[in-house]
Structure formats: C-alpha cells, structure tokens
C-alpha cells in the first residue's frame, strides 16, 4: 500500500527504528521529517501533495500543532493518526479532554494510541481506536552486563508541570534513599547510565500507561520498580509483580518492597532478567513496528460530511 508517512523533525527521544520498522511492514511508504514550521502550516505544506494518491496518510505530529488545523485535517483522506501522550485526555492538565474534542471533528480516522485503558475509553466515545503499545530502540539499547555502581535511580524530566507527581514521589523518595535523580542526552550516554543502575524507579502517578523509559530499563537490564497503571494494562502487557517487574501503588509499598529486595540479591537479578526478557520479546521498536503496520493497514471506517447541500460519503481505501 501507498503511505504517506508525517513525524517530526527534532524529537528528544530517538524513534528511528520504529519509523523504520513500520515503513519495512507498509511496503511502499513515503517518510518525512516536519520541522515545526511546517507542522505548523499544514495547508500549506500539502499544497505539493497529490493526497488522494495514497492509500494511507499518518501523522505523528505535536497534538498542540494538529488541533489548530482540524478544519484542514478534515479534508486529508485515509487518515491514520499515531499519538503517544492521548493519556492526557483523562488526567489534570490543559489537554484533559481536548484529545476527545479533536476527535469528534475526525470521527472516520484511526488512532493508534500506546495505552489501552485510553484506547478502550476512546473506543466507548465512539472513536476507532487501536492499541499498540510504546517500546524501546533494540539497536541501541541493551544489557551491558557490568557492574552496576547505581543502587536507585531515575532518569529523565521532572520540571515540567505534567510531571509534577512524578517529582514530588522522587523528592519523597529521595528524603529516606540514596536515589540519583538525573538527565542525559539520548545515545550512547543514556546507554550507559542506564547500565550504571540496578533499580530503576518509574513514577508516573496517575498515567494510566508505561512511559518509554520503562521498557528502556527493562531492557537495559534494571530491575523496574513503577507505580501500578492498572490491572488492564499490566495484563496485556505480560507485567507480573515481582516477578518480572515490582509494582507499587504508594510510596509506603515502594519503601517495604525495596527492603525485602535488599535482603534477596538474587530476586533482584531474576527479576530483572525477566523483565529483560519479556521487553526484548515483544517490545522492540521492531516489532512494534509492525503491530502498527498491521492496524494501519486494516480497512478504515467511512468518511461523511455533512454539508449544506446533504450527507456526503467518502470510501476509504480498503487493502488486503
């Protein structure tokens, strides 16, 4: 099929492989980096794009830039939109309910989103919604297997205000542990220090859903401990307490688990390797890759617009 593949230019965390991985499933797939600009003039930017000719359009653009242009996106065929932050939706913070909002104006396009409590919360408003979760970078992450001089660690931001929970756990956490708090450039340097730790401490309250470090972790061979997203989400995703990972609802089990780990050396490597394991089977950007090839290419719902002059029906193009 013939995809027109829209992501953006300058991202902090590095998605190549994944973007790689789904244009390999889709076959004939056009990839194009948006720089800001651009993803701010969408109008503009398509005015060089026969759009019709292809089978599927994706964008994996900023939310914030998409909703401004909801009038335009409208006119965009066989439109598949990617989102990785549609948690927002559903907690504190300038974009609750705005995802919902926007989608009303595309009920026909597909959104593939990297939680499934919000997918399935989307699905009962109405939306085609698809779950396919986040994952990691197989190429450049990986276990080390050194030594690790970083008992409890964290890294990443937690000066931004939708994080404010996150930074507040960390700081509680902090008060009684020895924990390492910290921010690196992606690569080799992120690489590395993810290898210097041994527990890595996820702390997204209230998410609904496993950010990427997580499964970067994992893969990097620490032993996650994450505040709990959810029986749901820990089911499809194959996270079993302490057994492939440690989960905690308050900083109080996060405490009395940490203490019985520090007495058993060896559930701390077994669960680690576990955890390992199960990212490096099913979480690689490879093979995410795919899964959202595989929902790209499933036949979309029909386009109607009503206008004026009756109901207009648009037929989305359907591939086998």
Not at 153 to 172: D, M, N, P, V, W
Request: net charge positive; aromatic share 10%.
């Amino acid at each position: 099929m013939k995809t027109l593949f829209l992501v953006q230019k300058d991202q902090r965390v590095i998605l190549d492989r994944f973007y790689d991985s789904i244009c390999r499933h889709l076959g004939d797939c056009e990839l194009r980096h948006l720089s800001s600009s651009e993803q701010d003039d969408l109008r503009g930017y398509f005015r060089t794009i026969d759009a019709g000719s292809y089978d599927r359009i994706i964008f994996f653009l900023r939310f914030k830039k998409e909703i401004k242009q909801a009038r335009f996106i409208r006119s965009l065929p066989n439109l598949v939109i990617l989102e990785h932050d549609a948690y927002q939706n559903y907690i504190e913070g300038k974009y609750r309910g705005k995802f919902s909002e926007h989608y009303r104006q595309l009920p026909w396009a597909r959104i593939i989103n990297s939680g499934y409590e919000v997918s399935e919360k989307l699905k009962a408003e109405g939306f085609d919604s698809v779950f396919v979760p986040k994952g990691y970078d197989q190429a450049q992450l990986k276990n080390l297997n050194q030594d690790r001089d970083i008992e409890l660690g964290f890294l990443g931001s937690i000066e931004h205000k939708t994080y404010r929970k996150r930074k507040e756990l960390l700081q509680a956490l902090s008060e009684t542990e020895s924990l390492v708090v910290a921010r690196t450039n992606s690569g080799d340097e992120y690489l590395a220090m993810l290898n210097r730790i041994k527990m890595f401490v996820g702390a997204d309250i209230g998410f609904g859903e496993y950010m990427i470090k997580n499964f970067e972790a994992m893969a990097c061979g620490c032993l996650l401990l994450t505040w709990n997203q959810g029986d749901s989400e820990n089911r499809v995703l194959g996270f079993k307490d302490m057994e492939n990972v440690v989960l905690f609802n308050s900083l109080k089990e996060l405490r009395e688990k940490l203490n019985k780990l520090r007495g058993n050396p060896a559930r701390i490597e077994s669960i680690a390797a576990n955890g390992q394991k199960l990212v490096e089977s099913h979480y690689s950007w490879e093979a995410l890759g795919a899964k959202v090839a595989e929902a790209t290419k499933l036949p979309l719902r029909e386009k109607v617009i009503k206008s004026f002059f009756g109901i207009k029906r648009y037929s989305s193009v359907e591939v086998s």
